[in-house]
C-alpha cells in the first residue's frame, strides 16, 4: 500500500472517529426551572398621585435563580377623577394608555438587577386625562418564567 492511501485512511478513521464522539456525547440536562422571577417596586408608589409634566420612573429590584430576560411595561386608563378640577377640554388619556405601548426594559440575563428607569420614553402629556391608570409589570426570566405587578396610580 502506497504511503499517501495510509495517511488518507488514518485521516479519514479519524474524522470518522471524531464526528462518533461527538454524536455520541452526553448532553447537560438542565433542571427544570419552575420558579418565577421576583420584583421589588420602589417607585411608582401604589396610589400616589403623578404630576402631569413630570416622568413616571419605576425604580425596582428584579431577581431570579437562573436568570432574568426582561420587563415589560404597560399602563391602562380606568376613569376619571371625580369632581377633578382639571382640563375640562381634555379628552384623552396619557398617550401610552391610550396607544396601547409595551415598553421593555431589557434585565440582560442578571439573577439580580436594579433599574431607575423614566417609563414610555417621555413625561406624562400635559393635556392627558386626569384620573386613575394601571401599570402592568410583566417580568420574564431566560426559561419563560413570568411574573405580574399591577399597581394603581393617579394622574393629575
Not at 62 to 90: M, R, T
Not at 106 to 118: K, P, Y
Not at 131 to 142: K, R, T
Request: charged share 20%; aromatic share 8%; net charge negative.
Amino acid at each position: 500500500m502506497k504511503t499517501g492511501n495510509i495517511f488518507f485512511i488514518a485521516n479519514l478513521t479519524a474524522c470518522f472517529l471524531m464526528l462518533l464522539s461527538l454524536g455520541c456525547s452526553k448532553e447537560e440536562s438542565k433542571p427544570d426551572d419552575k420558579q418565577a422571577p421576583t420584583v421589588e417596586i420602589i417607585t411608582p408608589i401604589a396610589d400616589a398621585i403623578y404630576a402631569r409634566g413630570n416622568f413616571l420612573t419605576l425604580q425596582a429590584t428584579f431577581a431570579d435563580n437562573e436568570g432574568l430576560k426582561n420587563c415589560i411595561a404597560i399602563i391602562d386608563y380606568i376613569d376619571e377623577i371625580a369632581d377633578s378640577p382639571g382640563l375640562k377640554s381634555v379628552r384623552f388619556p396619557w398617550k401610552p394608555a391610550l396607544d396601547g405601548v409595551e415598553y421593555t426594559i431589557d434585565l440582560n440575563g442578571s439573577n439580580e438587577l436594579h433599574v431607575n428607569e423614566n417609563l414610555f420614553g417621555d413625561a406624562i402629556d400635559f393635556d392627558c386625562l386626569e384620573g386613575a391608570y394601571i401599570l402592568h409589570l410583566s417580568i420574564e426570566d431566560i426559561n419563560g418564567n413570568t411574573a405580574q405587578e399591577d399597581i394603581e396610580i393617579f394622574i393629575q
